[in-house]
C-alpha cells in the first residue's frame, strides 16, 4: 500500500554536489519521520540523517556541515542535500519514514529500494 521512491542517486567526483529525494505514497495519514540511512560494500547499514515532523534534524557526525536534510511534511517528501562528497561517501542510499497510514492502529517503519551513489575520480 505504501511506496517511498528515491532518485537523485549516481556518479560523482569528490567534491562534487548529489541531491537526493524520496517520497512516500500511499493513504498516509501523517510522517513522525522521514530521513537516509546508508550501507557501504562490507558495512553495516548506519544512519545518515533525519527530520521529525517538528522539523528537527539529526546528522552523522560525518555529514555534519556536509549534508542537509530538508522534507515536506505536507508532501511526505523529504531531500539530502549532499556537498563536498568524498569517496567514503559511497553507498546505497535508503529513505526512510516512520508513518501512520489510514485505517491503521498503529504506525509502521517504512524503506525505500535504495538509490546508489558513487563518488569517484
Known amino acids: 500500500q505504501v511506496q517511498l521512491v528515491e532518485s537523485g542517486g549516481g556518479l560523482v567526483q569528490p567534491g562534487g554536489s548529489l541531491r537526493l529525494s524520496c517520497a512516500a505514497s500511499?493513504?498516509?495519514?501523517?510522517?513522525?519521520?522521514m530521513g537516509w540511512y546508508r550501507q557501504a560494500p562490507g558495512k553495516q547499514r548506519e544512519l545518515v540523517a533525519t527530520?521529525?515532523?517538528?522539523?528537527?534534524?539529526n546528522y552523522a557526525d560525518s555529514v555534519k556541515g556536509r549534508f542537509t536534510i530538508s522534507g515536506d511534511n505536507a508532501k511526505n517528501t523529504v531531500f539530502l542535500q549532499m556537498n563536498s562528497l568524498k569517496v567514503d561517501d559511497t553507498a546505497v542510499y535508503y529513505c526512510?519514514?516512520?508513518?501512520?497510514?489510514?485505517?491503521?492502529?498503529?504506525?509502521?517503519?517504512?524503506w525505500g529500494q535504495g538509490t546508489q551513489v558513487t563518488v569517484s575520480s
Open positions: 500511499g493513504s498516509i495519514v501523517s510522517s513522525r519521520d
Open positions: 526512510t519514514a516512520l508513518l501512520d497510514l489510514s485505517g491503521s492502529t498503529y504506525f509502521s517503519r517504512y
Open positions: 527530520v521529525t515532523s517538528a522539523g528537527t534534524t
